[in-house]
């Protein structure tokens, strides 16, 4: 069953998941929602992802990165409006105190929250997030490790953004992957914002898949899916993300994509993604647009910007009887 649906209005739709293991009996999904009928929950109760914030605030410790940051940061960037943001955090908080009022037991921070890796930034995110009171995970987008032009290897920037700057975000878990069990769900975050998934990170994926039990997967960037083969930009794991497919790089100031493409471990994450019957939905962003994919039987929810005032809520209620 292959389809993909855009969703600028009220959707609702019905699809089996997963049948092998009798996991999920249907799902269903609306404006801003996503209802999975899970046979066998333990509770019911609510999740929400967003993504693409794309915050920013400065204070002195950015001025030594100005030149790195002055794109994305725009004004809130230049050293006379350090202390003021872009104003961005507004939607964020919007989205917390619905999740609030929804009664939501984690929030997902899918990436790119930040516009760049600054620690006002960070420590503004955080203090939001622990101010917030809610069980939360975070896992990095392109931009939140990325100072444009600032030199060195994608996966090298990322892990030292990660230990200077983005390490708090963590509370504690692995930077590049995570999961956390509520109720009988499984959620794990894998971080895939250099388009590319490690070996670690398949082992990891691997193990969680490896307990059968129900699993949300959330990462920066979606699973490449053939109907968005025009789109290189849509997709871990898509065949054509190469050196000469990448039209973007001058503009972020970074090193191209490689021109071999993508690793066998891409690939081999992608194809564990699509082929396991206990992986109930995809969620990621990236995109700044509202997608909904259904391929082989794998259900994948792409975000709008968070910016735009975009979230989903995700509810796991009890099945009904057949």
Not at 10 to 39: D, F, G, R
Not at 55 to 65: L, S, V
Not at 144 to 167: C, I, M, P, T, V
Not at 263 to 278: I, P, W
Request: with cysteine; glycine share 6%.
């Amino acid at each position: 069953m292959k389809k993909t649906l855009l969703l600028p209005l009220l959707l609702i739709m019905s699809c089996a998941t997963a049948p092998k293991h009798k996991i999920v009996q249907n799902i269903s999904i609306e404006e801003k929602q996503v209802n999975y009928y899970v046979n066998n929950l333990e509770k019911p109760f609510k999740a929400m992802f967003l993504a693409d914030v794309h915050y920013t605030i400065e204070d002195q410790r950015g001025e030594p990165f100005y030149d790195y940051s002055k794109r994305m940061g725009g004004s809130a960037a230049k050293p006379e409006n350090y202390g003021k943001s872009n104003g961005r955090e507004s939607s964020l908080l919007k989205s917390l105190d619905k999740a609030k009022r929804e009664n939501v037991q984690l929030v997902i921070l899918g990436g790119d929250i930040l516009n760049f890796p600054s620690l006002a930034s960070a420590e503004s995110l955080f203090e939001i997030m622990e101010n917030s009171k809610m069980q939360w995970m975070f896992i990095s987008g392109n931009h939140d490790w990325h100072y444009e032009g600032e030199q060195g290897q994608a996966a090298e920037l990322r892990a030292k953004w990660q230990a200077k700057s983005l390490k708090p975000l963590y509370q504690g878990e692995n930077p590049l992957y995570a999961a956390k069990t509520i109720n009988g769900i499984n959620f794990v975050v894998i971080d895939n914002s250099t388009y590319e998934i490690t070996p670690e990170q398949l082992t990891f994926f691997k193990s969680q898949v490896d307990k059968k039990t129900p699993l949300v997967l959330a990462m920066h960037i979606p699973i490449y899916t053939p109907e968005h083969l025009g789109n290189v930009y849509y997709g871990c794991g898509h065949p054509n993300w190469n050196e000469k497919n990448d039209t973007n790089y001058e503009l972020e100031r970074r090193v191209k994509w490689p021109t071999t493409g993508h690793t066998q471990t891409t690939y081999d994450f992608r194809n564990l993604v699509l082929e396991s019957a206990n992986v109930i939905g995809v969620y990621a962003g990236h995109t700044h647009k509202r997608i909904i994919d259904i391929h082989d039987n794998i259900f994948q929810y792409v975000v709008d910007s968070n910016f735009n005032g975009d979230d989903v809520i995700i509810n796991f209620m009890n099945a009904r009887k057949q």
